[in-house]
């Protein structure tokens, strides 16, 4: 089965260095209070890791920036999400 | 920028690019901002294009516009793990000029489509995302760009920015969206040789297909699977409603790998080779949904509306429509020298309901709820159907009348006498 690093290979972006456009906005909430980590789950790129001791990190690099991790964080709005700066981000070849 | 516009449209995406040609070639001073790299660039569909729509926008389009395939075949596919039931439509009369029908590639098309909203005169500027709407009260006057010294006012603001609007959020003008309101959709593009995609799907040059599915491709939630074909590429995937993406704790890319894994797929796409990953998320809420669309100095148009039919699989040219009948307003109310006030864009809202936009939104405004209450018809249903289909093919040596009575008793065990009433009592009325 095709991982989805081997799919995001094929993708185009220009990444945006040092400036992640979603920021989890409290990491204690997905640590200590969110069980269900829907965006682990959810994020069709797989932006989201869950750690062993429970903490969430997030790497957005391979962002399809379809805003599921935001809507679907839908108790705790724990999601910072903004689009990239103009330019930058995914740039779909055909999509 | 500290020059005044008559529109200022966020978005380059069908709607957007609707609303900008229409009020540019009316001769109203049109800007047009875009975050992508080039028009298309963020923007994702699946994508079949009606052409009723763009056709009445730009009656000429199919003279350069980049079209892939014209739809001559429509299969529906019911699916179980190992099989289907499906139904084909396919007719001379969609493979006839002018065609009704294409599949087009987005990052394309978005560009030509762009490319005319500049010859209608609109200013177009791309690589710049708005962050935040200007007001003066209660009434949008200016967007706020992420460009330095990046404030630019105009008479109307059209929200084209699809269905994640974060301006509509920001500016109050709606809620978040909810997970049931919004299906999660992923896809591929494999790309094979034209040959090998018209031997496959039996078509010839410029003719193409589509597939639609449902049933256990989704593992049974609320959802679809398409493939279509370009030309000299496929493009496949599935979309399910984020509520239940959660609620099953499925992950979006094992659902795509497990659809390829489909022995009825799987041929179709042997040796092609995948370019491309995307993913969207399709507004599936329905009338019920739909935030406000119009305010003081403000329209909103396309995803950000929610204008899609889900049922139908229509979206871009519900876009369209509704980007072309915000610009209709806004040129009426310039011609009319009337302010663009909550009150007087209120005509936008009238235009829809007066369209087919509203009256389709309305004829299937249930059709979210009971879909989302009655799983069997993502569980059960494709799985019964395709086993009485086994059952029924199958010669064995027994008899039909005792193949029937085994159909007829499973379909019981599984819904109930009442309850296979309900549940086609709750179709009619989705549909009716």
């Not at chain 2, 709607?15 to 900008?20: E, M």
């Not at chain 2, 087009?104 to 200013?123: E, N, T």
């Not at chain 2, 509704?322 to 307003?329: R, V």
């Not at chain 2, 289909?389 to 008793?409: I, Q």
Request: proline letters at 5%; a neutral charge; glycine letters at 10%.
């Amino acid at each position: 089965m095709n991982k989805v690093e081997e799919k995001l290979f094929q993708n185009r972006y220009k990444v945006d260095a040092g400036r992640p456009h979603i920021q989890i906005a409290d990491a204690d909430i997905c640590q200590l209070k969110c069980a269900e980590k829907p965006c682990v789950v959810c994020c069709p790129a797989s932006c989201y890791t869950k750690e062993g001791d429970g903490r969430v990190t997030l790497i957005t690099d391979g962002c399809l920036e379809c805003g599921t991790c935001r809507v679907v964080c839908s108790e705790n709005r724990n999601v910072l999400w903004e689009y990239p700066r103009g330019g930058y981000g995914i740039l779909f070849k055909f999509g | 920028m500290p020059e005044k516009f008559d529109v200022i449209v966020i978005g380059a995406g069908p709607s957007g690019n609707a609303a900008a040609y229409t009020a540019a070639k009316a001769g109203l001073k049109v800007l047009q901002i875009e975050r992508g790299e080039s028009p298309g660039s963020k923007n994702v569909q699946g994508a079949i294009l009606y052409s009723d729509a763009l056709e009445k926008i730009i009656p000429d389009f199919r003279d350069d516009a980049p079209l892939e395939r014209h739809l001559i075949e429509q299969r529906m596919w019911m699916m179980d793990d190992e099989s289907y039931v499906g139904s084909t439509f396919r007719s001379q009369a969609f493979n006839t000029p002018p065609y009704n029908r294409y599949t087009i590639i987005r990052a394309q098309f978005d560009k030509w489509f762009s490319k005319r909203v500049q010859d209608a005169g609109a200013l177009v500027i791309c690589e710049t995302t708005v962050t935040g709407l200007h007001m003066d009260g209660a009434r949008v006057v200016g967007i706020q760009t992420d460009r330095s010294g990046g404030s630019v006012y105009a008479d109307a603001v059209v929200l084209a920015d699809g269905v994640n609007s974060l301006l509509a959020k920001k500016a109050g003008f709606r809620g978040e969206l909810r997970p049931r309101d919004v299906a999660l959709a992923v896809k591929e593009i494999h790309f094979l040789p034209e040959t090998t995609i018209e031997s496959r799907f039996n078509i010839g040059p410029d003719e193409g297909v589509a597939i639609e599915m449902a049933g256990k491709i989704t593992q049974g939630m609320v959802g679809t699977g398409f493939l279509y074909t370009n030309k000299e590429s496929l493009t496949l995937g599935v979309g399910c409603l984020l509520s239940e993406l959660r609620a099953q704790r499925i992950t979006p890319h094992v659902l795509i790998e497990k659809m390829k894994e489909h022995p009825a797929i799987r041929p179709l796409i042997e040796g092609g080779e995948m370019k491309e990953y995307c993913a969207h998320l399709i507004p599936e809420g329905g009338y019920n949904a739909i935030p406000p669309i119009h305010g003081d100095g403000w329209l909103m148009v396309g995803d950000a509306g929610m204008f899609v039919n889900s049922v139908h699989r229509e979206g871009s040219n519900l876009a369209m429509t509704t980007g072309w009948l915000a610009a209709q307003t806004l040129i009426e109310l310039r011609n009319e020298g009337k302010p663009s006030s909550a009150a007087n864009l209120a005509r936008y809202r009238q235009k829809l309901d007066q369209s087919f936009v509203m009256k389709d939104m309305k004829k299937y405004r249930d059709m979210p709820a009971v879909l989302e209450k009655n799983p069997q018809f993502f569980t059960q249903y494709p799985e019964l159907i395709n086993r009485a289909a086994h059952t029924m093919l199958l010669v064995d040596g027994t008899d039909k009348k005792s193949k029937e009575r085994d159909v007829r008793k499973r379909f019981i065990q599984k819904r109930s006498r009442f309850g296979l009433i309900g549940d086609a009592f709750k179709l009619w009325r989705a549909f009716e």
